[in-house]
């Protein structure tokens, strides 16, 4: 179970539409590809989405990280040197989405080396978490469409409304289109990627009190810290702290400082080896958990719901896992499907996710 050898391999495959919010838009899902073969000759896999508007990372710089720091950390190491693995990456600063990826590409090779599956070895809570779908800006009467076609096809009840534009009243008008179109059956919440200051956030959340959200996630900037601990304390629903925490300790400096009372795990950021810490930090602090996208590929989406679906605190809500269904297409040979509102973790073993070779070939820029 050593690890012999790590590739970085970017690829990049469009969208059918792009995905519009806040703090940047997606075209085209511009990932890198982590691939970790050991002498026995099993290869794990996952994926890294370079998002430059919210971690600053590239496609180029996260292939030039791993090629030339964190492929070097790790060959030689056997799977089970979790936390040495761990330990040697976190010598190296930032570069969330590349540890990550290549963090979960290991265990997928540990759960493929131990004959059992990623959510089996993380915590083995459930197979399946409930979806939410991720709706970026456009027209009331388009997100209201879009919402309806994932509810009708796919049986999507749960839905995050990108906010932050300016005037506030643009996504308010939308919220309440949602609300007044889906009617009360299903779950609407708010994220505004930090595009407005608290006080906008104040009254467009009192402009939306009749609605019926279910969180707040991001509305202002963390930086803003008395101005966001302000806005915090008035709401009537917890307020999601995500590209604000990208490590756990600023998980524990937003909890204990009052600007956040929930927290979006992201597989894509913290990977399983921190998502984990990340899980557990959390449930000591007794606030509520959301898996959240990274608008993560097919690959992506499989990371999130194996981790999700191991534990009770992270399965208990709607996981954002449906958006690359605007991809026009993905690499893995066996597209995820999403039925019933549910999509399923794969019996594995590791992460049960097999690469199309003619897929890659077609997509992959190097
Ligand atoms: C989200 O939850 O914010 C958009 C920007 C980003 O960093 O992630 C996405 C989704
Ligand atoms: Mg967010």
Redesign the pocket.
């Known amino acids: 179970m050593k690890i012999t050898r790590v590739e970085a391999i970017p690829f990049a495959i469009p969208y059918r539409k792009p995905l519009k919010f806040a703090s940047g838009e997606v075209h085209v899902a511009e990932h890198v590809l982590v691939r970790v073969t050991t002498d026995d000759g099993v290869v794990g896999v996952a994926e890294a989405p370079p998002r430059p508007f919210t971690y600053g990372e590239t496609q180029v710089g996260i292939v030039a990280v791993i090629d030339t720091i964190f492929a070097g950390q790790v060959v030689g190491l056997d799977l089970m040197e979790r936390e040495q693995i761990h330990t040697r990456l976190s010598r190296t600063i930032g570069n969330p989405t590349a540890k990550s990826a290549l963090d979960m590409a290991i265990w997928d090779a540990l759960g493929q080396s131990l004959g059992y599956s990623v959510t089996e070895l993380l915590g083995g809570y459930t197979d399946r978490m409930h979806v939410s779908h991720m709706l970026g800006f456009d027209e009331p009467a388009a997100m209201v469409a879009e919402a309806e076609r994932m509810r009708d096809t796919y049986g999507i009840t749960t839905f995050k409304v990108k906010v932050g534009r300016h005037p506030y009243r643009l996504d308010t008008a939308v919220v309440r289109a949602l609300r007044e179109g889906l009617g009360d059956e299903v779950e609407l919440y708010v994220?505004g990627?930090r595009g407005w200051s608290a006080s906008e956030s104040a009254r467009a959340m009192a402009e939306m009190a009749d609605l019926g959200l279910t969180f707040a996630?991001?509305l202002c900037p963390a930086d803003d810290v008395l101005g966001r601990r302000w806005l915090v304390q008035q709401l009537d629903v917890p307020f999601?702290a995500?590209?604000s925490v990208v490590t756990p300790a600023e998980v524990t400096r937003e909890v204990l400082g009052g600007s956040a009372t929930a927290i979006?795990i992201k597989t894509a950021r913290t990977g399983f080896t921190t998502s984990r810490r990340v899980h557990h930090l959390a449930e000591g602090l007794g606030v509520e958990l959301v898996m959240?996208n990274q608008i993560d590929g097919q690959l992506g989406s499989l990371c999130s719901v194996a981790f999700g679906a191991a534990f009770e605190l992270t399965s208990r809500r709607a996981g954002e896992l449906s958006n690359f269904l605007d991809m026009t297409d993905d690499l893995l040979a066996d597209p995820l499907e999403i039925h019933g509102g549910q999509l399923v973790a794969r019996s594995g073993p590791g992460l049960g996710a097999v690469i199309d070779p003619d897929k890659l070939a077609r997509y992959r820029q190097d």
């Open positions: 994220d990627n996630e991001e999601i995500d590209e979006s959240g």
